[in-house]
Every structure is written in C-alpha cells, then in structure tokens.
C-alpha cells in the first residue's frame, strides 16, 4: 500500500530538515557554491516516441520543451538494452565489457568489492561539493547504491513497478479524493499488462513522487549548495498503468498498429527471439506450467514465444500470435503512459521556474533503452535492434549558454558522466569510457565519434555485439561455450531504416562485413573523437 499523504510529507519533511542540518552535506569544493545545479529526469522502456523526435501521433508538450531550449540527439544509444545493466553503465561511466554486468542475473557483478576505484556519477558530484538525491528508479529496482547518495534515496516502495489501482474501491469516492485511496503492488502472475483508471495524476506513484519533488526544491533553494537531483520515472513500463485522460488522448484505431511485424528476413532467430533469458533452465516449465523453448532452431518455433516479458501479464495471450485489437490497446496504452511520464516532466520543469533555479540548472533527459511494440515481431527490449538501442537523449545546459540544435553525432548513454561534469566544470574521472558531449553543444554539426556499442547475451545460446556507425547496423554472435561467431547480421541504415533485411550474407558483402568486424573487435577506443 501507499503511504498516506501525511506520512508521506512527514519522510520528506524529515530529509528536509537533513538538508539543512550541519555536517550532513558534504564538505564544499572550491567554487561549489557557483556551479550549476543539475537534474537529471530518467525514463524506463522510452523509445524515441516523442514530439521533439517527429513522432507526430504522441503528445509530449513538455519534454518537447525541453527540447527546444537545449540539444536533441537524434542518434544515441545505449549500451546494454534492459534496466540494470544500462543503469549501472550510465551510472558508473563504464561500459558492460568491464562491469561484467549484461543482464538482470548479473547485475551483482556491479560491487564495490569488485571494483574499489569505482565512483559513481551523483558520488563524483559529492565529492566536489554537491549534494545528491535520488527520487524513483535511477539504478535497477531494489539494487540502489546507498554510497551515491548524500541522503538515502528515495526510489519507492518495494515491487511499485506493479503499482494497480482497485478500482472497485474508487466506487463512490469524489475525483479528487481518489488520491487518498491505496493503490495494489499487484502479484505478477495476476497484474494486467494495462489498465486505465479514472483517477487524478497523483492516485499513482510518479505523480506521488513529482509532488515530493517539487516540494524539496523549495529546501534545496534555500541551501548555499549547489545540488545533483536525480528523479526516475517507471513508465511506460509495463504494467502501462496511467489516468483514463491520458488513454483518451488516443482512441483505438488501426492506425496505431505496427507496420513491421515480421522478424528480419534472413536474420538468425537468436536476433529477435528475446525470451530465453526469462525462461526456465531446459526441462522446466514455466509458471504456467507451459514448455518454453529456450533455444529454438526455427522461426516457426520461436513466433510463438517472443516478447515473453510482456506475456508474462495478463491481457496477452501466454503462446500464439497476439491478436490486433490487444495489439492496438497496449500501443495505446504505451502512449498513454508516454505522456503521462510527460506530464511529470512538465511539473518539474515548472517548480525549477518557480522557486527561480532554472538559470542555473542543467537538465538532462535520457531513457534507459529503446522499445520494441510488436516491430520486428517481438516486443519489449532485450534486442541488438535499433528499436531496443536507440534511446532519447537531451542536454539542455543554463538557458543562454548553448544555441538550442539538433544534432546527428553518434551519443551512447555511457556518456552522461563526463558530459555532466564537463557541464558543471568538473574534472573527468580518466577511467571513464565516454566522451563528453559538450563539444557537440557547442558546434551540433562537428564529427564525432565514427561509432556506438550495445551487447546483449542471451544465456545458454551466444552473446550478441553489436557496433553502429552513421550507415550501418553490424552484429555478432558469439558462442558462450566456444567463443565462435555463429551467426551475423548486417543493415544498411540508408536504404533500410528499419532493419527488416539482413544483408550480411548477401553477395557482394564480405568486405564491408570484415570491415565492420574489425572494427566491433577494435572496440570503442577506436572510435572516440578526434
């Protein structure tokens, strides 16, 4: 259950007093008290479905705003497509190859036994005279980084992921008391993949949180430190749970179907096929009590089963194809939750005008990863596809001190640590393995770097690599047992956006493909900007 409004005012109030208390911030760095403030907003499954991308059927008015006074990438990645290892890789300015960490079973691989000279982005800010606070989901649910942070973080209630409204007790309660009513932190095998209630913003959590949010600015602007405030926000995440106004913004229509639903032609199944790292070890059965193939052979083997994150909640069908008026309500449903993630924004962005700390704050928005919605015949993430990699990104530095652009340089998410630092004039830890984006703040049109990254594995099967560069898209598969390359994928961004044909074996290739490896095997250092 959620905490009553009076309690929960009574945790914040409390952090509140924190802030103010001497000796619980950390000790100012030379000049701290004149850096820029940063926020940094962080959204979970976002792929770039948002205005200021050209998607003209979704409305996102706020980060849209946003937008349109600082920098759009329109070529960012990330570099490992699910939750946890992307975060961590943000968070540490380290790619997966050197957290060891590529998946959910592994996040544990991310410890400070493991690494002692690790410091973690809102830690590095620390130490230079920042304070740091964390709303919501910035690390992996559960697997927060208490040693980040100059107060505990705040990311919400234990599973809130699943957070459902019992509409059943909203019966007779007034609009604007349906805040008041607890929500459900609802058991997996009985959530709904979606749901639409009639309730204000705030009846759900990330409205809850931007409340609280907004609240601590005012103690924040009070303080003579400078401050690192991180807010994530769950949606669209599945459950797509939103207020029934933002479901209202698209009725149901054809037209809100995928127009690519077939896997790519010639592509191997271990491309598309993102259910094995959900499914049992071989021999078991799910919780269903249903067969999973972990490794199918064949295309016709592996349909059935692909996106199993989503079929895992209610609504969707557990095997078999996914019938078209399901697939138009979880379209609609993403979208819902895409603006009511915007709304949120939107909030934030004015309680920073508000309490008078937008001139001196930089913002930076960023997904974890991208999101597949039925394209490419999977959904969710989990795919070396460009609709799992590509992510939005915007930095948007104090009002005046960057001309607003668009920029096609190559970003990955990996990048975020030095990009801030640079922003709030830090030192760049030299372990880092980004590259700060502010040159491209600066000249958007500039070369850049000539590369990006994402792996993902998929256990007991190979692990895919993938490099993209400002033409082509290039995966390998590699065996985890022998360490062979089975299998490679290869598209031509210029005549197939999409990634609906693999041209890897197609004749006349081999050289652009011995290309392409040398480059994925020289790896991201070889491809930083000159």
Same mark, same amino acid.
């Given at each position: $259950? ?57 409305? =996102? ?9 600082? =920098? ?18 943000? $968070? ?6 050197? =957290? ?18 690790? #410091? ?39 599973? &809130? ?19 008041? #009513? ?26 809850? $949180? ?83 193939? #972990? ?79 039925? &394209?490419?015949? =999977? ?6 596809? &460009? ?57 958007? &049109? ?85």
């Amino acid at each position: $259950m959620s905490l009553k409004p009076s309690t929960r005012f009574f945790c914040y109030f409390s952090i509140s007093i924190l802030l103010l208390v001497p000796g619980t911030a950390s000790v100012f760095g030379q000049g701290a008290e004149s850096r820029p403030n940063v926020l940094m907003i962080a959204l979970d499954d976002l792929r770039p479905m948002l205005g200021c991308y050209g998607d003209e059927r979704i409305q =996102t008015p706020n980060i849209d705003r946003l937008a349109a006074r600082g =920098t759009v990438f329109e070529q960012a990645y990330c570099q490992s497509p699910q939750c946890g290892p992307s975060r961590v890789s943000l $968070m540490t300015g380290w790619r997966p190859e050197t =957290t060891k960490t590529y998946s959910l079973r592994d996040h544990f691989n991310f410890s400070r036994e493991k690494h002692p000279d690790l #410091v973690t982005l809102p830690e590095h800010f620390m130490k230079h005279g920042y304070h740091a606070l964390s709303f919501g989901k910035i690390y992996h649910d559960g697997r927060d980084d208490p040693a980040s942070w100059s107060v505990p973080p705040q990311p919400g209630r234990d599973g &809130e992921m699943l957070e459902i409204v019992d509409e059943a007790a909203l019966a007779g309660v007034p609009f604007e008391k349906r805040n008041e #009513v607890p929500t459900i932190i609802a058991d997996r095998e009985a959530c709904p993949a979606w749901q639409s209630p009639e309730v204000p913003d705030d009846a759900l959590f990330a409205g809850r $949180m931007t409340n609280d949010v907004t609240r601590l600015l005012t103690t924040l602007k009070e303080k003579n430190q400078p401050f690192f405030l991180a807010v994530g926000y769950r949606r669209p995440h599945l459950p797509f749970v939103a207020p029934k106004k933002y479901f209202d913004l698209y009725p149901p229509s054809r037209d809100l179907l995928p127009t690519q639903t077939d896997p790519p032609k010639d592509a191997p199944v271990i491309g598309f096929y993102s259910t094995n790292n959900y499914a049992p070890a071989p021999g078991k059965k799910s919780r269903w009590g249903k067969p999973i193939p #972990v490794t199918p052979a064949t295309f016709e083997e592996a349909l059935p089963w692909s996106g199993f994150e989503l079929r895992s909640y209610q609504k969707v069908p557990l095997e078999g194809p996914i019938p078209e008026e399901t697939v138009i309500e979880l379209r609609r449903a993403y979208m819902a939750c895409v603006t009511y993630a915007d709304a949120q924004v939107g909030r934030l962005l004015d309680a920073l005008e508000a309490e008078g700390l937008a001139e001196n704050t930089v913002i930076l928005l960023w997904a974890d990863h991208g999101y597949h919605l039925g &394209e490419l015949a =999977t959904w969710t993430k989990m795919t070396n596809y &460009e609709w799992a990699a590509r992510v939005p990104l915007i930095v948007a530095g104090q009002p005046g001190r960057f001309q607003p652009s668009r920029s096609k340089a190559l970003a990955e998410l990996v990048d975020v640590y030095p990009t801030l630092c640079d922003l709030a004039g830090l030192p760049i830890p030299e372990t880092l393995e980004g590259s700060s984006l502010v040159p491209v703040l600066e000249k958007p &049109e500039r070369e850049w770097k000539t590369a990006a990254f994402t792996e993902y594995p998929r256990k007991l099967w190979g692990h895919g690599r993938a490099i993209r560069t400002s033409r082509y898209r290039y995966v390998e598969w590699e065996s985890e047992e022998s360490g062979e390359i089975f299998a490679t994928e290869l598209y031509d961004h210029e005549s197939d956006p999409g990634e609906t044909v693999n041209i890897a074996e197609h004749e006349g290739n081999a050289e652009l493909i011995q290309k392409l490896s040398q480059e994925l095997k020289a790896g991201w250092k070889a491809h930083l900007p000159k």
